[in-house]
């Protein structure tokens, strides 16, 4: 009940455009949409950041309405803010998230190649995630391979930006979660084994207690991007469990605000939003 009364509050203090939902891709009978939030004063000859944001649900569950919240505020400070719908691994399969990647480079390749239309910078498009949508917000920004065959593979599927909140990016049998899932073929699917000099920028959350990502981990991570060359921030929360970011999370909202204020602050500082962050604190 908190978290509804949460969400009611938070959504009647925003002011961005209703959302559009789109389809980006069909796979046999099923429409897979993307649901877009423009900023109030959109138009379609904008050049505007976006954010393409995947739900988390380890691969098999969640809903793209995980980050309705983090859409509508970005979006009140000029952002064009997307939601995925993607494919899960079936019930009682036990491979790979083979659709879930596909799915997620091509909702990546929709957006850039509708970009004029969509009022979008087709140079400034940031991929962001919770979770196993973290994942697949990394795998966009840094894996080759694994596309669809019906994709256009001219268009790059390469995020430019990175928000990753609690991501299971590293696949890997040291410490990586999904490994069980992904086996010998990890380097296939793991961020964590794809770093080059040519990643985007990233912002990474994690709670110190997540029982599924050690910080060692994320530690790792951040030193092999820099290593490369590549910005990486973590932001470390103590004693936060996994999931700690979301909105309402165990009755609480300091830190839905705490991790959206500081994503407000990343972006700004790569000069794709202006000005203070306008979310307050109830």
């Known amino acids: 009940m908190l978290r509804l ?3 009611l509050l938070l959504a009647s203090s925003l002011h961005a ?4 939902v789109h389809v980006y891709k069909k796979v046999a009978d099923r429409e897979l949409k993307l649901t877009i939030v423009n900023p109030p004063d959109w138009k379609a000859s904008d050049q505007r950041p976006a954010m393409v944001f995947f739900h988390g649900g380890g691969w098999v569950g969640g809903t793209p309405v995980q980050f309705t919240q983090h ?3 970005l979006a009140t400070r000029g952002m064009v803010c997307i939601q995925v719908e993607y494919r899960l691994i079936e ?3 036990k491979g790979p998230p083979v659709n879930c990647v596909a799915d997620a480079k091509s909702a990546m390749r929709w957006v850039r ?13 940031g991929a962001g995630g919770g979770s196993a949508g973290g994942h697949l917000a990394a795998f966009v920004g840094m894996v080759e391979g694994l596309d669809d065959p019906q994709d256009d593979l001219k268009v790059s599927p390469k995020a430019n930006a990175l928000a990753l909140f609690n991501p299971v990016f590293d696949n890997g049998p040291d410490q990586g979660w999904g490994h069980a899932r992904v086996g010998d073929r990890y380097k296939e699917f793991s961020p964590a084994h794809n770093i080059t000099p040519d990643d ?5 959350f994690l709670g110190t207690q997540d029982k599924l990502i050690p910080v060692a981990v994320v530690e790792r991570y951040k030193a092999n991007m820099e290593k490369a060359g590549v910005r990486c921030e973590a932001k470390s929360y103590e004693g936060q469990g996994h999931g700690f970011f979301n909105p309402g999370k165990g009755g609480k909202m300091d830190f839905y605000y705490d991790t959206l204020l500081e994503t407000d602050k990343f972006l700004t500082s790569l000069g794709w939003l202006k000005g203070e962050p306008t979310l307050k604190k109830p």
């Open 91 to 93: 019930k009682g399969e």
């Open 71 to 73: 859409s509508d505020y």
């Open 5 to 7: 009364l949460f969400c």
């Open 113 to 125: 190649s509708h970009a004029g239309e969509l009022g979008i910078d087709p140079n400034r498009i």
């Open 17 to 20: 455009d209703e959302p559009i």
């Open 200 to 204: 985007p920028p990233a912002i990474i």
